[in-house]
């Protein structure tokens, strides 16, 4: 199985049972349907995203997983990171459609012809999607929520331990 | 005379004694049959993954173990092992046994909790109150090991982070025979009682052409006849090393699910009685890792998965060669079974049987929403 | 006031939690009944959840003192806030806190509703529970050993036969408005209805 795909594709080996490879946006659907049919990668187990906004790209990675359920195969495609779309895999793994919702709440990602792109886990959220990098949680929090009082005499923990240790240390050159 | 009925909607909400944690559905009923639901999450979500950003390595492992709350242990062994396989460290044959005996320990702990929530929902009290009792002896032999009941915050990038205590192993085997003498009791009661069996059997019944390729893992493929488990296929840590078997059963329902369940409470009691017969006696427990401001992670990245008590548990990770990690995505098996299997059950069964079914599915919406 | 583990019986023999003598016999008996049976909402809202069955069954048995779990918020005498709310979870319970008859008290069980805890840079939890909805007791740990629960249902009866303290709900009845105005801080407009119009009537 991994022969059929190394006729098409570039495969990076990760260790023992865990492959990689690298294709364009476009080619994705083509991609997913070809891999799915004609060799053992039959089943979706994740849809994760990374991002790398030094670069200005988000990287998806689909990762698929033999009927056996023993070697997992890594698809890797890079979108750009304002006005990001990709076509769905709701048709060919019904459980692409939750997975699809999660990222599209918390990156923004629009995923053409999945209809169901409502709240997953936030309710009446005004900001921009959370985990992308430009928001600032501790920014937010400091704005929204208050603290207890209590801790504005808070040290900094390495300078006082230094602080003391010089102190016990005159001490003891003084005693002698 | 013809009666005007219509769909009534209501929330089986998050305030409700017969859930399995805190979520809702929202039920569309025509008497008393189900005829629409939707599944409703976000009610346990913190943000775990932005959490992770900010922090460092050793503030991360204090927080990671707060993901799945009634089974930490698998979260810290995957934590550890995709830092271990990004920086390349091996970690010794004492660790990785000691690392083997918690997670078997935190499986069995689960697998009695699931007892008791599993007999309260049709309303078989005893079993309850003896298998919470049976699990705090376990957490009581957590407690000494690593200094918490719940919450261990036991396994690193490295290794381990104590010594086994003195006579540890020999309470080990002590409790393990204490739990062979209860289950058959735990079987008059609850595994061969005709009440059970008669709301059990044919209720709940998954589509066996479509479980493989939807991406349903654990106990359900395996209530179904499908031999999958991670210990097997895809193995880690020692198990290629222990004799062990994986129980399967015919019948895709909610019967079929509770014998494999209690098949594998036996199956954990000889892992562990292999593991403490095998354990050796020296190696270091910890390797030399440098300080966690000084860690840098390699930019690369990498999936691990281990087997819970509910199926396999998946974390995808990603570094950028600083010392705080860039991406860390976790995969809980809950999250394709809460969804797109649980939707798809409820329809037209009775009102009744709802908590039954999320019980036998396993599902814990803290892993679902982070 | 006494710290550590409270045994049972010296609660009943120290004369600090006493029944005071100024009370009439009707309030000190009402007081002695209330206390001693208390009926808790099951409502699992966090991590605390997961200690709970612990203490509820046979080996911590908290029956003894006279607690049982009931599934309504009509029944429910407490509610148990067990670790971090998050946004939607708070609304969802001061709605239960508003539908519980009273009198009603509160227990909040760990350390997240104290000042955040270890998700005090989350974007999704609150911080201080006590700004929301009065909190009678703090239990504080992570998690709380189920001894310790014990401990604050005992510390809680005491303070219930005590006439000198006041009791949250009467806080929330009377002080409505700072209350709501926290609410509102947080919610925008969706917050429950306005019980203001219904209280002024009341006789104090």
């Known amino acids: ?176 | 005379m013809q009666k005007n009925r219509e769909l009534i909607k209501i929330f089986h909400g998050p305030q409700h004694p017969g859930i399995t944690g805190n979520m809702s559905i929202e039920l569309d009923l025509l008497g008393e049959t189900i005829k629409g639901a939707k599944t409703h999450v976000g009610y346990l979500h913190r943000g775990f993954e932005k959490l992770v950003e900010r922090r460092t390595i050793i503030q991360a492992f204090t927080i990671v173990c707060r993901i799945c709350v009634p089974e930490p242990d698998p979260n810290e062994e995957n934590f550890a092992r995709a830092i271990e396989n990004l920086a390349g460290i091996e970690i010794s044959e004492k660790a990785k046994y000691i690392r083997t005996m918690v997670l078997e320990m935190a499986r069995l702990s689960s697998l009695m909790l699931w007892m008791g929530g599993q007999s309260g929902s049709i309303g078989l009290g005893t079993i309850g109150q003896w298998s919470i009792y049976d699990r705090d002896l376990i957490l009581d032999l957590f407690e000494e090991l690593t200094g918490g009941r719940v919450y261990h915050m036991y396994i690193y990038p490295g290794g381990v982070r104590r010594e086994l205590p003195d006579g540890f192993l020999g309470r080990l085997s002590q409790l393990l025979d204490h739990l062979e003498k209860r289950l058959p009791l735990y079987d008059n009661v609850f595994f061969e009682n005709s009440t059970f069996k008669k709301r059990a059997i044919g209720v709940g019944v998954v589509n066996r052409d479509e479980a493989l390729r939807n991406g349903y893992v654990g106990q359900v493929l395996r209530g179904c006849g499908i031999k999958r488990d991670v210990r097997r296929d895809n193995p880690y840590l020692v198990y290629e090393k222990l004799d062990f078997e994986i129980p399967t059963f015919d019948g895709c329902d909610v019967y079929a699910r509770a014998m494999v369940r209690r098949q594998e409470i036996r199956e954990s009691i000889k892992i562990l009685r292999q593991v403490i017969e095998q354990m050796p006696t020296e190696g270091a427990i910890m390797q030399k890792i440098p300080k966690h401001r000084k860690f840098k992670i390699p930019k690369d990245d990498t999936f691990v998965a281990v087997e819970s008590a509910r199926g396999e548990y998946g974390f995808y990770m990603a570094g950028d060669g600083t010392e705080q990690i860039r991406r860390m995505q976790v995969k809980g098996p809950s999250l394709i079974h809460g969804f797109t299997l649980l939707e798809n059950l409820l329809v037209d069964e009775e009102l009744s049987n709802v908590a039954l079914i999320m019980n036998s599915l396993g599902i814990c919406p803290p892993e679902i929403e982070r | 006031m006494q710290e550590g583990f409270i045994d049972y019986q010296k609660v009943l023999e120290n004369e600090e939690h006493a029944i005071k003598s100024t009370q009439s016999v009707i309030q000190k008996a009402v007081d002695w009944f209330r206390s001693k049976s208390m009926f808790v909402l099951a409502y699992g809202t966090g991590c605390g959840a997961i200690e709970m069955p612990p203490t509820f069954t046979s080996r911590y048995d908290i029956e003894r003192i006279g607690v049982v779990g009931v599934a309504t918020p009509r029944q429910a005498d407490i509610l148990i806030v067990s670790g971090y709310c998050s946004y939607k979870t708070l609304k969802r319970v001061i709605r239960s806190y508003e539908q519980m008859s009273e009198p009603k008290y509160v227990i909040a069980l760990g350390s997240c509703t104290i000042n955040g805890g270890m998700y005090w840079d989350s974007y999704n939890t609150i911080k201080r529970l006590e700004d929301y909805i009065p909190v009678d007791m703090f239990v504080n740990g992570c998690m709380p050993r189920p001894e310790a629960l014990i401990e604050g249902f005992v510390k809680l009866q005491a303070n219930i036969k005590d006439a000198k303290r006041e009791a949250g709900y009467i806080r929330y009845r009377e002080d409505n408005k700072f209350y709501k105005n926290n609410q509102r801080k947080i919610f925008g407009e969706n917050i429950e209805p306005s019980y203001e119009a219904n209280f002024a009537g009341m006789n104090q």
């Not at chain 1, 049919?37 to 033999?66: G, H, K, P, R």
């Open chain 1, 1 to 176: 199985m991994i022969k059929i795909l190394k006729k098409h594709y570039e495969i990076e080996e990760k260790g023992e049972r865990l492959f990689k490879i690298y294709i364009k946006k476009e080619d994705l659907l083509k991609t997913i349907d070809f891999i799915s049919l004609s060799s053992n990668f039959m089943t979706l187990s994740q849809i994760s995203c990374a991002d790398w906004i030094e670069d200005e790209i988000f990287t998806l990675n689909y990762i698929l997983t033999t009927e056996k359920r023993d070697k997992n195969l890594m698809v890797e495609t890079n979108i750009p990171r304002i006005e990001s779309k990709l076509p769905t895999l709701l048709n060919i793994f019904p459980q692409a459609e939750v997975m699809e919702r999660d990222l599209h709440e918390m990156y923004g990602i629009d995923f053409i012809g999945n209809h169901t792109l409502y709240d997953f886990a936030l309710e009446d959220w005004k900001e921009i999607p959370p985990l992308r990098r430009e928001f600032d949680t501790l920014k937010y929090v400091n704005e929204q929520f208050d603290f207890r009082a209590g801790r504005e005499d808070n040290k900094d923990v390495k300078a006082e331990i230094k602080r003391r240790r010089a102190e016990a240390k005159r001490l003891k050159n003084a005693k002698k």
